[in-house]
Nanobody, 124 residues
Framework: QVQLVESGGGLVQPGGSLRLSCAAS????????IGWFRQAPGKEREGVSC????????YYADSVKGRFTISRDTAKNTVYLQMNSLKPEDTAVYYC?????????????????WGQGTQVTVSS
């Protein structure tokens, strides 16, 4: 069964850090670009970061540049999102998604598989 599973979410104080994981089962992530998205209550889904299949290209939304880092571990078939200096406005459900091919996807429609999401809450 093809599946993406996010983990690592939780409650953290402003200025804190979390590392999200996106683990794949039933297929290898080696040929997929992986994107992280988030959706806050009452807001549209937002693309946060993306990494190409070869890890030679990355993308970050302006709102997270300098604070978030995306990486991938092929041996563990997992992609990570390290989130530092978290702010209350980072509060959302975070999703990972996989897009087959060597380039960074431009739209959500290019993603083939989606995870169920993990909640991140930044609050004092």
């Amino acid at each position: 069964q093809v599946q993406l599973v996010e983990s690592g979410g939780g409650l953290v104080q402003p200025g804190g850090s979390l590392r999200l994981s996106c683990a794949a089962s039933g297929f290898t992530l080696d040929y997929y670009a992986i994107g992280w998205f988030r959706q806050a209550p009452g807001k549209e889904r937002e693309g946060v970061s993306c990494i190409s299949s070869s890890a030679d290209s990355t993308y970050y939304a302006d709102s997270v540049k300098g604070r978030f880092t995306i990486s991938r571990d092929t041996a563990k078939n997992t992609v990570y999102l390290q989130m530092n200096s978290l702010k209350p406005e980072d509060t959302a459900v975070y999703y990972c998604a996989a897009s087959y091919g060597p380039v960074l996807p431009r739209t959500d429609h290019e993603y083939d598989y989606w995870g169920q999401g993990t909640q991140v809450t930044v609050s004092s």
